[in-house]
């Protein structure tokens, strides 16, 4: 079974920093590409990160770039998401999500919730 | 960008049949996804590219379109399809709909 378990959620102060994880198992994680998308509360759906399988590409949303960074450790199966200088327009359920070769993402975790607010 | 347009919200009797509809902003070729989510929950998908079943989902839920115009259908819909459903693309980067509101009446 297919399992993406997210961790790091909390409440920080605008201007600062945080970090999320996402374990994966049931699946070869080093094989697929992975994603961080995001949804503010009573919000649609906003993708943000994507990086390959290998790592060899990392792609982000424009609302993002710059601030925040994705990698993964095939080692550990875990994927991460490091963000900076956090806006309180960050303030959302952050999800990561496996993506399958024709686009879709068939995964996804269940989600942490990230509060950027004085 | 590629922009998806899909109507805000729908309400339908258990039993109907219910299209919901995406119309993106330039053509995506098939690479349109579909996917409920219910209060509280993750998104789950339901549809990819276009027209296929993903795995476990029932066949009351089908999917048509190419191009630009593309249609989820559920048929029969039951009360437990009460969700918020996103369309996706996946040809021009990667954008999602603003989801449309299914209420069951």
């Known amino acids: 079974e297919v399992q993406l378990v997210e961790s790091g959620e909390g409440l920080v102060q605008p201007g600062s920093s945080m970090k999320l994880s996402c374990v994966a198992s049931?699946?070869?994680?080093?094989?697929?590409?992975m994603n961080w998308i995001r949804q503010a509360p009573k919000k649609g759906l906003e993708w943000i990160a994507l990086i390959y399988y290998d790592s060899s590409s990392k792609y982000y949303a424009d609302s993002v770039k710059g601030r925040f960074t994705i990698s993964r450790d095939n080692s550990k199966n875990t994927l991460y998401l490091e963000m900076n200088s956090l806006r309180s327009e960050d303030t959302a359920m952050y999800y990561c999500a496996k993506l399958n070769y024709s686009g879709p993402f068939d995964y996804w975790g269940q989600g942490v919730m990230v509060t950027v607010s004085s | 960008d590629t922009v998806l347009t899909q109507s805000p919200a729908l309400a339908v009797s258990p039993g109907e049949r219910v299209s919901i509809s995406c119309r993106a902003s330039?053509?995506?070729?098939?690479?349109m996804h579909w996917y409920q989510q219910k209060p509280g929950q993750q998104p789950k998908l339901l549809i990819y590219k276009a027209s296929n079943l993903a795995s476990g989902v029932p066949a009351r839920f089908s999917g048509s379109g190419s191009g630009t115009d593309f249609t989820l259908t559920i048929d029969p819909v039951e009360a437990d399809d009460t969700a918020t459903y996103f369309c996706?693309?996946?040809?021009?980067?990667?954008?999602f709909g603003s989801g449309t509101k299914l209420e069951i009446k």
């Open positions: 996706q693309q996946s040809w021009n980067d990667l954008t």
């Open positions: 049931g699946f070869t994680f080093s094989n697929y590409g």
């Open positions: 330039e053509g995506v070729n098939s690479y």
